[in-house]
């Protein structure tokens, strides 16, 4: 995000000295001549156009990437832990959020995170709506070396692969409209207003707001803890599927799922690094932070596994490099690359823990485990932030201290603050449009659809027919 | 000897293997196949192409076991599979001519 | 395509101004001293370099996802539409094409293409044959900030899809040699004078030539119409598959052909806003009307499927965003998000119909609807670039009003008129090709090797082995 | 590499010039005004900044490039390749290296390739161990526009998939702690040294170091003859598959080697153009050469399995595309288009009579061919560059000329004793690492562990479950 | 009763569906194996290594009637499948003990 | 006629099918099932969830035969395989009705 990177004021700065050309100019032009003058305006331009042309470059692929993240990478990922009966109704879930998501965000969504002044502090406004504003000059409020457009749809890639993570918890028995109702006033009532108020223009916890500033670099409380706390609630509320406990609901394919975690982590380069906004030093530290995390994470779920199960498993590794990556997403452009590897190795025993242990002690049917990997995972990483920021790699306030390493305590419980609320607007938010959707469309397949899977039941459909 | 052959819903599998465990029922053999009978199958449609699917999965429980067991074995399959819904499937029994463990060329009932 | 974008000019003047430097470095002397006029010019030439820099990543990129979009893109959407038999023979099909259409564009297909002299209406020339001078210096006629090398690699990319988007229409029963050999002299008597026409120098489409001007930002015509077209051609010059209507023939997997739409839909990006031809503005606005376009048919064809057929599925949604993803790109340089969208929406529809309703009644065996989403989405796209081009999104004409929203009825009269000659190249084109190739090598498969599909009979192999 | 790029210094020459403002500008102030200085001053760092962003941002999207080579890529690429029952080992193979040599390399392998002064000539130091002085600001020595994290994390990607190379050769026998054990005494006794004599600052083989120069753009020495030589020792000494020769072992599935294949060809421009380290022509340069050679290689593979063995098949096709990939990698950066072309169509006949022919012969089990492929593609490919080498193409050694078709036949030679070197050193460390880790953790699978199969018997679950 | 077995080439199942519907044989149970007689298989080659495949994909139809409808099904289903060329498949005939339908313990003939 | 039914462990049935063609049977269908019997399954844990996997691929090999062939068969079959294990599998035997080829209607030993 903008803000979150302190280069952006010397690169704007940049900018507007365009604007003072005139008058510097004129008092310039008594001793230079006019065509070096001339000259020197033109390769000012040049420098900010070919700054442009780096940073959008790297932004357009970033977006790119970060849409890889939902399809294919998202839906392979779930796909391939469902049985084979529900593949398509899974990524289905996924793929239906780049529809969905696209067409509401080009509509208000957009507006209603990112538009607003100062004082909107909870939800922006209507001034985008239907993209008005929204061109090909920078927005500086949020970055001011891209066109605003480029800003706009790496944005809207992360409202994409938002309400397709919760679809971790309801897989395997949701109806398709009630899905649909769901994802789409899911979307309206926690992600809009969580966005504003930590990414937004007067967000109240903005990085560098007036409100208390949590750091969140690339989407802990915003993505994973909003989405995981759903999840949690969804699967509480929806209950357990069909002979859970009983019969056999291994994953149909954790080839599908490997690939999937794979093309997650190349596509997370974009989400994490990309959240610089351009393609600075910062990004390049926020990679690196990213791939030490997952790197890390894998190793440690796996270890972890091994000791306790027995044996370290592909399911295993690609969970753990999931959970590692929710974990470093809000710290990636805060932490030095050793932080970095120990937030990785945190996430990975306490996420594997989470899913392979205390989740069977409550018995809710967190199918896919969206909670156990972003809803903790998130939270940890959201907390570890607070510790492990450290001015050295993002001087954001200044020469402030960032973190508790930095000797700033107080980061750790403004993060956990930021975290309370994302939990609470996820859990009555969700609460509240369950309970709406269940009431007008259905929530809840009947037997005999979860008996036929999704695929059929749903979609009239197969994922294979391999017998042909 | 005789074999049981169980055509069953897929879905009832594990209730009818521990069922028959329960019984002291362990060689069996099982396979995938689909069946067509009187229940109804479903349609697919792949852009506008309508594809008819009567063949529905099921799976074929195939075990021999001495013939002094049969009607247990046939009350036990029944009870654990049975949801009392069209599509439940049949049971069919055989005369077995001879049984052969190739481990040790065990033969007829004490092959079982 | 270079002249697409206007702000183009501009940027070719920096690089024009290092040619005029010594004289006006010499006028200059005079007042200033010659250490700072020599770092005016350093500055000038870093700026230029850090421009190059900038749109050659971005390119660079490009060309990689357009790549991707043939292998594993393509390749998996078609490769999963099939049946068991036919997977890799299909694969083949496009995968195939990333070696023979780049060994021919190494030779001369480039220079067929985009060699030539601004007389060159109809074909390039031999110009560029064997890769003469093409190097890492700008080739101003097309990019100025980028080295011809990398023109002339994102080019490629294009020709090597589009003849593998032809493969969908002969699937399941084409002979290897005969496919070979079509596809060899498809690319060279249909593609190549088609590329020239519109993109190449001196083209007689050309949007800012002397001729027609169509516009096509990234491939309407070029691509998608004479594919499409063609794909009619074959479909039923080689007649329908084997058991076509009594035997099921579904898609052996779903899943496949999910993972290859969602690639595809990634790599279109590539695709449309690579057309830019650098990471400017323009690129960010092709961007989002890509994405937006995508978004909206993949919606559409879902709705439109759910009331005709009764249930949204999946191959619904991936063939939806294809057809948008299709309709979009002679636009996606020249309208706004609103009108992306709008287009999107509309092509869902027309292609859903067209292929689940219309095809059904003519009877043709276009096994997987390469006419129904590449022919007709890229008529379909190519007229409504004519309705929505906008300079307010690309000023391309200086000021002059572009498409019909503009008050430029007469484009669209333009864009049916470059699409008809488009039909017209793609029919006779393809049915003398076609003829020719069924003599010399055979088209069709056999029974026998239809029966036992193309795996076995063309490749001696098999997709899966799964009993190991 | 940096120094493989002769415009290096001039851009570097730009970051020193601003150290020396102070003295020029002092000197330029007397005549020109201090406003003016000042903004020649910001422009001049302005277009740096943006050549930065630029190349960071093209060389941040080549890492994740390279990341995605080894998973999905060469995951997928030797996943389908196996039978069933090995497929998750496999795939562990390639993934457990994104983990675990990510986490060596944190700690000391980065430094020990790539740390150490100019008389290291044989191994680094561990001056930038645990990211010692790694950060935002760029390493003169390897790469003057990129942060210095960048250069570290892409070089992390190649010492990722150059283990993953080998586990070819060992597939579906090998226990999982030996084989976690041997990666990574390989990483640290072959590699790092490699890496170090041919890229490291002071290394002995460096393209302009004072040893013997050898050329080596993107790493056919370093990457494909060490991991390509060791796989054969790893394949004699672990002896054949139970069952070799006999049992049917045939690839349970070419569709997803072929996507595997495919992803590689894509991420592989990051391998190779990136190896620029920027975003110039010569990335270009690298970027043409390496799909010429891809495409020419999958042709001639095809062509001669075609006429010896009488079909042409997938996998054929994408075996030729890997070899022509692994020859070309040594010579990107330094032929032309049209020797690309022909370093291609040789690769893509040698390797199919290797693997298909020769390998027979001597009848060791290299289950996969990573030494068919990468030992003889990349000897191969090391020896054509010193041939084919120009400096029409880079112009390292200043107007020198650089291989054999430039007149300088000794090329040759030096890249025959580099390679030599990286045989004797893959063939020695290999031995010695197998002996000790054969001691000390077993490196082969019981028999009963190899009929189950690796999933079930190392990692305790299965690649697929289709019946549910 | 009897059960009737058929071992037919796959592309023919829908023919011989059809057929057996037909003449009113609804309960069938279809398996997809694998099979070897005088038809010759192919050879497949990966990467130089050839392998001679000579186990053909056939499907299996079981299915239990009537003794008295035996002959008519037969009959149907051999012209149904019959494509002439070797490989076309075989017919095995076998006694049936009993039969049982799972959902309400109908038994015999009754069940079928 | 006999049919002969023998359930093997998968990676023996290259051997079986060579030693069978060696005693001149050629005729044959086989199916992939799974089986259930002495032999201990394995555990698969996915997340934490344990699963006891009991049902073990095993290779169905189904082949009519002239009575006269039945006990020739038998031995070469155990022969091949044998591995002395617990799972080897079984071997059971079937009278035949009928057997038809369906390319030409030859019925009876003449089908085979
Ligand atoms: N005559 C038969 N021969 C062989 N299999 C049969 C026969 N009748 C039914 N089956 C098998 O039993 C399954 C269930 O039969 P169905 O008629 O649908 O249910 P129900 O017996 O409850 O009426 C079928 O799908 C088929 O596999
Ligand atoms: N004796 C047999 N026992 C069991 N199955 C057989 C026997 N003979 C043939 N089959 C099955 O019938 C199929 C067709 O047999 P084949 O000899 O190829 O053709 P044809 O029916 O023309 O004689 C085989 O693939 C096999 O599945
Ligand atoms: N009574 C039976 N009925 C049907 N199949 C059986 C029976 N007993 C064993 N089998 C099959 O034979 C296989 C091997 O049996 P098992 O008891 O494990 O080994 P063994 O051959 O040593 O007795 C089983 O997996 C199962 O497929």
Same mark, same amino acid.
């Given at each position: 995000?903008?803000?979150?990177?302190?280069?952006?004021?010397?690169?704007?700065?940049?900018?507007?000295?365009?604007?003072?050309?005139?008058?510097?100019?004129?008092?310039?032009?008594?001793?230079?001549?006019?065509?070096?003058?001339?000259?020197?305006?033109?390769?000012?331009?040049?420098?900010?156009?070919?700054?442009?042309?780096?940073?959008?470059?790297?932004?357009?692929?970033?977006?790119?990437?970060?849409?890889?993240?939902?399809?294919?990478?998202?839906?392979?990922?779930?796909?391939?832990?469902?049985?084979?009966?529900?593949?398509?109704?899974?990524?289905?879930?996924?793929?239906?959020?780049?529809?969905?998501?696209?067409?509401?965000?080009?509509?208000?969504?957009?507006?209603?995170?990112?538009?607003?002044?100062?004082?909107?502090?909870? +939800? !922006?406004?209507?001034?985008?709506?239907?993209?008005?504003?929204?061109?090909?000059?920078?927005?500086?409020?949020?970055?001011?070396?891209?066109?605003?457009?480029?800003?706009?749809?790496?944005?809207?890639?992360?409202?994409?692969?938002?309400?397709?993570?919760?679809?971790?918890?309801?897989?395997?028995?949701?109806?398709?409209?009630?899905?649909?109702?769901?994802?789409?006033?899911?979307?309206?009532?926690?992600?809009?207003?969580?966005?504003?108020?930590?990414?937004?223009?007067?967000?109240?916890?903005?990085?560098?707001?007036? @409100?208390?500033?949590?750091?969140?670099?690339? @989407?802990?409380?915003?993505?994973?803890?909003?989405?995981?706390?759903?999840?949690?609630?969804?699967?509480?509320?929806?209950?357990?599927?069909?002979?859970? @406990?009983?019969?056999?609901?291994?994953?149909?394919?954790?080839?599908?799922?490997?690939?999937?975690?794979?093309?997650?982590?190349?596509?997370?380069?974009?989400?994490?690094?990309?959240?610089?906004?351009?393609?600075?030093?910062?990004?390049?530290?926020?990679?690196?932070?990213?791939?030490?995390?997952?790197?890390?994470?894998?190793?440690?779920?796996?270890?972890?596994?091994?000791?306790?199960?027995?044996?370290?498993?592909?399911?295993?590794?690609?969970?753990?490099?999931?959970? !590692?990556?929710?974990?470093?997403?809000?710290?990636?452009?805060?932490?030095?690359?050793?932080?970095?590897?120990? +937030?990785?190795?945190?996430?990975?025993?306490?996420?594997?823990?989470?899913?392979?242990?205390?989740?069977?002690?409550?018995?809710?049917?967190?199918?896919?485990?969206?909670?156990?990997?972003?809803?903790?995972?998130?939270?940890?990483?959201? +907390?570890?932030?607070?510790?492990?920021?450290?001015?050295?790699?993002?001087?954001?306030?200044?020469?402030?201290?960032?973190?508790?390493?930095?000797?700033?305590?107080?980061?750790?419980?403004?993060?956990?603050?930021?975290?309370?609320?994302?939990?609470?607007?996820?859990?009555?938010?969700?609460?509240?449009?369950?309970?709406?959707?269940?009431?007008?469309?259905?929530?809840?397949?009947?037997?005999?659809?979860?008996?036929?899977?999704?695929?059929?039941?749903?979609?009239?459909?197969?994922?294979?027919?391999?017998? @042909? | 000897?005789?074999?049981?052959?169980?055509?069953?819903?897929?879905?009832?599998?594990?209730?009818?293997?521990?069922?028959?465990?329960?019984?002291?029922?362990?060689?069996?053999?099982?396979?995938?196949?689909?069946?067509?009978? %009187?229940?109804?199958?479903?349609?697919?449609?792949?852009?506008?192409?309508?594809?008819?699917?009567?063949?529905?999965?099921?799976?074929?429980?195939?075990?021999?076991?001495?013939?002094? %067991?049969?009607?247990?074995?046939?009350?036990?399959?029944?009870?654990?599979?049975?949801?009392?819904?069209?599509?439940?499937?049949?049971?069919?029994?055989?005369?077995?001519?001879? *049984?052969?463990?190739? %481990?040790?060329?065990?033969?007829?009932? *004490? *092959?079982?």
């Amino acid at each position: 995000m903008t803000w979150l990177s302190p280069k952006n004021s010397s690169r704007t700065g940049i900018r507007c000295l365009f604007l003072s050309l005139l008058s510097a100019g004129l008092a310039a032009a008594q001793t230079v001549p006019p065509e070096i003058l001339e000259r020197l305006e033109k390769a000012e331009k040049a420098a900010a156009n070919a700054q442009t042309a780096g940073d959008n470059g790297w932004m357009l692929v970033s977006s790119a990437l970060v849409l890889m993240m939902t399809a294919p990478g998202l839906a392979l990922f779930y796909g391939g832990l469902v049985r084979k009966k529900n593949v398509l109704g899974t990524m289905m879930h996924s793929f239906l959020m780049m529809g969905l998501v696209t067409v509401i965000w080009a509509l208000f969504g957009y507006s209603l995170a990112f538009g607003g002044t100062a004082d909107s502090k909870w +939800i !922006g406004d209507l001034s985008f709506a239907f993209m008005n504003g929204v061109g090909t000059a920078p927005n500086g409020d949020y970055a001011g070396t891209i066109p605003h457009l480029t800003f706009m749809v790496y944005q809207l890639m992360f409202a994409v692969i938002t309400p397709a993570l919760i679809s971790g918890a309801f897989a395997e028995r949701i109806k398709f409209t009630g899905m649909m109702l769901f994802m789409t006033l899911w979307l309206i009532i926690v992600y809009l207003p969580m966005a504003h108020m930590v990414w937004g223009k007067g967000g109240y916890f903005g990085a560098l707001g007036t @409100g208390i500033q949590a750091f969140d670099f690339a @989407g802990g409380t915003v993505v994973h803890i909003t989405s995981g706390v759903s999840a949690l609630v969804c699967a509480m509320y929806l209950g357990k599927r069909k002979g859970y @406990g009983s019969e056999a609901m291994r994953p149909h394919s954790v080839v599908l799922s490997t690939v999937g975690a794979a093309l997650l982590w190349v596509g997370w380069f974009g989400f994490n690094a990309g959240s610089a906004l351009n393609a600075s030093g910062l990004a390049s530290s926020a990679f690196v932070a990213t791939h030490f995390g997952a790197a890390a994470a894998a190793m440690a779920w796996l270890f972890a596994e091994w000791m306790v199960i027995g044996k370290p498993s592909m399911l295993g590794a690609i969970s753990g490099a999931v959970a !590692g990556l929710v974990a470093i997403t809000p710290a990636s452009g805060f932490v030095t690359p050793m932080s970095a590897l120990m +937030i990785g190795a945190i996430a990975g025993v306490v996420c594997f823990l989470m899913v392979a242990k205390v989740k069977a002690m409550f018995g809710y049917d967190d199918a896919l485990d969206a909670f156990g990997v972003h809803g903790i995972g998130g939270t940890l990483g959201a +907390i570890l932030t607070g510790v492990f920021a450290t001015k050295e790699v993002n001087d954001l306030r200044a020469g402030m201290p960032m973190g508790l390493v930095d000797g700033n305590g107080g980061q750790v419980m403004n993060q956990i603050i930021a975290s309370a609320v994302a939990w609470g607007l996820g859990i009555v938010g969700t609460l509240v449009i369950l309970f709406v959707v269940d009431k007008i469309a259905g929530l809840r397949t009947t037997d005999a659809e979860e008996t036929e899977g999704l695929d059929l039941s749903m979609h009239g459909e197969e994922g294979y027919h391999m017998e @042909g | 000897m005789k074999r049981i052959e169980a055509i069953i819903q897929p879905h009832k599998l594990d209730d009818a293997k521990e069922a028959l465990k329960g019984i002291g029922i362990d060689g069996m053999t099982i396979t995938e196949v689909r069946g067509h009978g %009187r229940q109804k199958g479903h349609t697919e449609t792949y852009r506008g192409m309508e594809y008819k699917v009567d063949l529905l999965p099921k799976v074929k429980l195939e075990m021999v076991v001495a013939d002094a %067991r049969l009607e247990e074995v046939i009350k036990t399959l029944t009870a654990a599979a049975r949801t009392g819904k069209i599509g439940d499937g049949k049971i069919f029994v055989f005369e077995v001519a001879d *049984a052969i463990r190739i %481990r040790n060329d065990d033969r007829g009932d *004490a *092959a079982l």
